[in-house]
């Protein structure tokens, strides 16, 4: 799939065939260049490759800087989190995709795509469509958080990142940087907060 935007090709992603407009928007605003704040039209124009297809007003506007935001959760519920995401993903069932998913007081999104990096590009897209405020919402991967996979919860705004496995080395530096709570293994029964463990309790008072 190639995405183009304002008639220029950007790049060509490797992914799979739902959910585009999100897949689109998501990655657009991992690489600043959107404003979430009105988010474009986004065109899927079939072809060898098929395209995505928009027209931005540049320059793009960030995501709010995790680090203004003072939004903190509870081990148990980034754990439901996951669980529920495991519960609504009828592809990783089949086997051989990844998925991502955002929580958030009330609110839950999840995507699937055979790579990391595009599962939540789409869930981060499908937030944008819906007016999420990522400021007090949490991320969850399958995926391992590397340092790419931090940067897009980065922003976005997302101030807790959640994987079913672990941070990278640079990923956690990164994290810590930006002051985003990054928790692995989350569904191992004992899960390991790397960075940032102020955004996190054990229990909820």
Same mark, same amino acid.
Not at 114 to 122: E, L, P, S, Y
Not at 151 to 158: D, P, Q, R, T, W
């Given at each position: 799939?190639?995405? =183009?935007?304002n008639?220029?090709?950007l790049c060509t992603?490797?992914?799979?065939?739902?959910?585009?407009e999100d897949l689109?928007?998501g990655?657009?605003?991992?690489?600043?260049l959107?404003d979430?704040?009105?988010?474009?039209?986004?065109?899927a124009?079939?072809?060898?490759p098929w395209?995505?297809?928009t027209?931005l007003s540049?320059?793009g $506007?960030p995501?709010?800087?995790?680090?203004?935001?003072? =939004?903190?959760?509870?081990l148990s519920?980034?754990?439901?989190l996951a669980?529920?995401a495991?519960e609504?993903?009828?592809?990783? $069932? !089949?086997?051989?995709?990844? #998925?991502?998913?955002?929580?958030w007081?009330?609110?839950f999104?999840?995507?699937?795509?055979v790579?990391?990096?595009? #599962?939540?590009?789409k869930v981060?897209? #499908?937030?944008?469509? !819906?007016g999420?405020d990522?400021?007090?919402?949490?991320?969850?991967?399958t995926?391992?958080?590397?340092?790419e996979?931090?940067? !897009?919860a980065?922003?976005?705004?997302v101030p807790? #990142?959640?994987s079913?496995k672990?941070?990278?080395?640079?990923g956690?530096?990164l994290?810590?940087q930006? !002051?985003i709570?990054?928790?692995g293994?989350v569904?191992?029964?004992?899960?390991?907060?790397y960075t940032?463990g102020w955004?996190?309790?054990?229990n909820?008072?």
């Amino acid at each position: 799939m190639e995405l =183009w935007a304002n008639g220029e090709l950007l790049c060509t992603l490797y992914c799979t065939p739902q959910d585009l407009e999100d897949l689109a928007l998501g990655h657009l605003m991992g690489r600043g260049l959107l404003d979430p704040g009105s988010p474009p039209a986004v065109a899927a124009v079939p072809g060898d490759p098929w395209r995505l297809e928009t027209t931005l007003s540049l320059p793009g $506007k960030p995501g709010r800087d995790p680090a203004l935001s003072r =939004w903190t959760t509870t081990l148990s519920q980034v754990v439901e989190l996951a669980e529920t995401a495991m519960e609504h993903t009828p592809l990783r $069932k !089949k086997g051989g995709v990844h #998925a991502a998913a955002l929580g958030w007081e009330g609110g839950f999104l999840v995507r699937e795509d055979v790579a990391r990096h595009n #599962a939540v590009d789409k869930v981060v897209g #499908a937030g944008i469509i !819906k007016g999420v405020d990522f400021s007090v919402a949490a991320l969850f991967t399958t995926g391992r958080l590397s340092h790419e996979m931090v940067l !897009k919860a980065a922003g976005a705004g997302v101030p807790v #990142a959640v994987s079913m496995k672990y941070p990278s080395d640079l990923g956690a530096a990164l994290a810590a940087q930006r !002051k985003i709570c990054v928790i692995g293994k989350v569904l191992s029964g004992a899960p390991v907060v790397y960075t940032n463990g102020w955004r996190v309790a054990q229990n909820r008072q």
